[in-house]
């Protein structure tokens, strides 16, 4: 079974910080999705990683594929109230290369960003 | 273009009730999967569909729950003699292809409270 854990699971933090947050697994991973939800909704895809060392940026947000596809991080840079939210990683299986839908999900982190 | 839907948002049930999820994907995408989500957790994986079919169902309680896509109509998580351990949120995805890559695109959601 494919475990993603994620650290730390609670992040208070004033307007204007930056934070990192990490999705680590003993498993290889064909991809790796970041997605954002707020209270009360479904969650949003941010980012998806396929290559193991890639780097993407999303104005505020980078996000890097370990060398190894194992592990990921999203670095917040700036932070704003704007961005509280669950932020969950979510890994697309390798044996197969097809049904990204059946992803493993971590168990997310909690970000509050005070203003 | 409307995104998932997902209805109802809020159902109570009391223990022993049926339980009807309904979810209608995005317009023109053929894969559906459903996701449980419990307080302050990640989304656990219980099924993926494609119209008339069920393609994998391992996350899936073999008793009481059952999904279907039908070539019309939305598909439904059914969830028979409810137990209080089934109060959840559930979120429905979907995605226009099985690519490694893909998108999901989720709905809102329907939180479960059985009493």
């Known amino acids: 079974t494919q475990l993603l854990e994620q650290s730390p699971q609670f992040l208070s933090i004033q307007e204007g910080e930056n934070l990192t947050v990490y999705c680590n697994s003993s498993s290889v991973f064909s991809s790796l999705q970041w997605y954002r939800q707020e209270p009360g909704e479904g969650p949003v895809l941010l980012v998806t990683?396929?290559?193991?060392?890639e780097v993407k940026k999303l104005k505020r947000l980078t996000f890097q594929f370990g060398d190894a596809r194992k592990d990921s991080s999203l670095h917040i840079t700036a932070a704003q109230p704007g961005d509280t939210g669950l932020y969950l990683c979510?890994?697309?299986?390798?044996?197969?290369?097809?049904?990204?839908?059946?992803?493993?999900f971590g168990d997310g982190t909690t970000l509050t960003v005070k203003p | 273009n409307a995104g998932v839907m997902q209805n109802p948002r809020h159902l109570v049930r009391r223990r022993g009730q049926e339980a009807r999820l309904r979810c209608s994907p995005m317009?023109?995408?053929?894969?559906v999967y459903w996701y449980r989500q419990l307080p302050e957790e990640g989304l656990k994986f219980m099924v993926y569909?494609?119209?008339?079919?069920?393609?994998?169902e391992s996350g899936m309680p073999k008793e009481r729950f059952s999904a279907e896509f039908p070539k019309e109509g939305p598909s439904i998580l059914r969830i028979q003699q409810v137990v209080r351990g089934d109060s959840a949120a559930y979120f429905c995805?979907?995605?226009?292809?099985?690519?490694?890559?893909?998108?999901?695109?989720f709905g809102n959601g329907t939180r479960l409270t059985v009493t």
């Open positions: 569909l494609q119209k008339e079919n069920i393609i994998d």
């Open positions: 995805a979907s995605s226009p292809s099985v690519a490694y890559n893909s998108p999901l695109h």
């Open positions: 317009k023109g995408h053929s894969h």
């Open positions: 990683v396929v290559t193991g060392g």
């Open positions: 979510a890994g697309g299986p390798l044996n197969t290369v097809t049904n990204a839908g059946k992803s493993t």
